[in-house]
Each structure stands twice: as C-alpha cells, then as structure tokens.
C-alpha cells in the first residue's frame, strides 16, 4: 500500500510493467501452455504508456515482444497460430501505447506552458505584497478554488500613499476567468486612485465608478479598504464585506462593524446607503486579519462554519507569516479538502519600538 502521496502513485506506476510481465511469465510457466496467459504479457506496453515517454513504452513493448516470443516457443505455440496471435496483441498494444504516450506528452507541456503563462498573470495581478509597510508587517494567503490555479476571485493590495498605507481585500461575484478579469480592473483602479485621492471615501468612489463601467447586470464585488496614518489607528470602509478580525496584544478579539450597511461595488446605482468610514484603535502589539468569505463560510464535516475568532491565538508566533501559515492550515483541516471557494487571508501587525512609539517607514 503506497502513502497515497503523488510521488508514489507515479513510483508504483513506473515499477508495474516490469511487475506485471514478470507475473505473466512466472504463471505461464508454472502452468500448462492451454491456459493462455501469453496475451497478457501486451499489459506491460500498456502500463508503460501511462507514465512513460514514447521511447519507455516502445522499449517495454520490444522487451515484451521477445518475452512473448520466448515464453511462445517454450510452450510451442507457434506449431499453431496462438503464438503469432500473442505477438500481433503485443506489436498492437505496444503502437497504440506509444501513440497514446506522444499525445499526452505534447498535453503536458501545453500544461506546463499555461501554467508559467497563469505564474506571469499571477504576479501581475495579485503582486506580493511588501513584507513592511510604514508601521506595519505584512504576511498573505490565498487560496484558489479551481483546481491548479493561482489566482482565482478574491483580490488584495497593499500600497504606501502619501496619505498613508492604504489596504483592500475583495472577493468578486462568482469563479473563473470572468471573476479574474474583474478583479484585476479593481486592483487597477485601486493601485492608481490610492496615490491620487487625499482620503478614502473619494477612494471608494473612483473604485465604485471603475466597477459600474465594466460589470454587467447584477455582478458585484464586495470589498474593504483601511488606512493606516501617523495616528495608531486604522480607518475601514466597508463595501458588503464580512468584518475585520481585530486582535488586541492582549489575545482580546473584536469584529468591528461597519456604522451602515453599504452595497458592493458595482452596485452603486441601485441606491441605498453610501459606506461610512469608521476608525478603529490600532497600535503597537495589535494585529488585524482581512479576510474573504470564503474563510468563515468553509464548513467541517458536521456542517460547521469556520470559527475564525476562535482560532485567533493561532496567530501569537512572533513571525507573521508562520502566524498566517498557522491559521491556513488549520482552515484547510476544519474544511477537510479542497476549498469549496477562494479564500484570501491579509494579516496586518502595527509594530514599533519597545518604547511603543511605530518604527518609521522606509
């Protein structure tokens, strides 16, 4: 029994053509030459090119070729036509193997191909994040719902403005290709409005008018912004978002709400109320997670949802990104697989000396 990991499925899958010839060839000797095991000798080919290049499977069926023609004078089968039958299964399966090896070769490297093209978007999109920020450490996860992807629909930035650094977390409506491009005209408006606007309220709005023009229908983008001045606290505005987790050096936790409730981004022309700023106090010691929701809404075996709050003093390590790694895993055991939706983690700590006072940027 294998471990269950892929390095050992491919070893098991590597090691059965010459497993499974040496069987047929152990049986056909020990039992009489009207049983007819001499065709299965054709699974070696066949098992090879499942793992194999062209060249492997063509060897092992070779190899194959000369067993079935050994085991076939041996047993004096080709006093009749069995033994010329074996060979022809064995030349057949051995072709149709190196076909079938050559087609998945040129798949995997067209694989390969999409892949670094999905690596370059990805940096380009949801660029790392700065390590420091001002006062601030930085540490993020993301992980995608679609299987062997990167980038997905939650979106995050972190950037250094002449007002201050200035934060968004979002999460796009819906998966895929569609919810990628909508995030990335969010990231762009917000990289370029977060250097141009004097405070986040007209930040929101440039943000809201970017949305409108590209969504269509009833798409929607929920996010949150903060900001982080030369005061120890932070400024949130909240689109839709679920709230922050605010984690006081003394391990005390809050979920500061939003004074109203405003629509997501996208959304504006529907009415209803604008996003009020509100601050928080946010000093030295202090940490704060934003995060998506598709963090509180995985759900255990059981049905449960996530506990994020619960799990908080998951992030006492001194180092953030042991501290986000931490909490990470913990969600993917609570989930038990594969995450039904994106799930982005951005965990800001306001550090400073031990005088209290913040480290300066730079």
Known sequence: MTDGTPSANRAVLTAMPVVVMAVVALMDLVTEPGVGFLPLVSLGPAFASLVGGWRRTAVIGLVALVLCVGLGVYDRLFEERRGFAAMASVAG???VGIAAALM?????EQLASMRSIAEVAQRVLLR?????AGPLRVAVSYTSAVAE?????????VVASPYGVRVIVGDVQGKGLAAVE???VVLGAFREAAHDEPDLVGLGERLERSVARELEGEKFVTGILAEIGARPEIVFLNYGHP???????DGTVRFPEPPAYAL???LGAHGGEHPKPYRVDFAPGDQVLLYTDGVTEARDGDGSFYPVGERAPLLKDPDADRALEALR????RHAGGPPHDDAAMLLLRYHGHGDGKPVPSG
Do not use: Q, W
């Open 128 to 132: 790392p994040v700065p390590r420091t």
């Open 93 to 95: 399966v051995t072709g």
């Open 243 to 249: 709230a922050p987790m605010v984690v006081r050096g």
């Open 104 to 108: 998945r070769s040129r798949r995997e």
């Open 264 to 266: 997501p981004l996208g």
């Open 329 to 332: 895993a913990d969600l993917a």
């Open 149 to 157: 992807a990167r980038i997905g629909g939650d979106l995050y930035e």
């Open 182 to 184: 909508t995030a990335a």
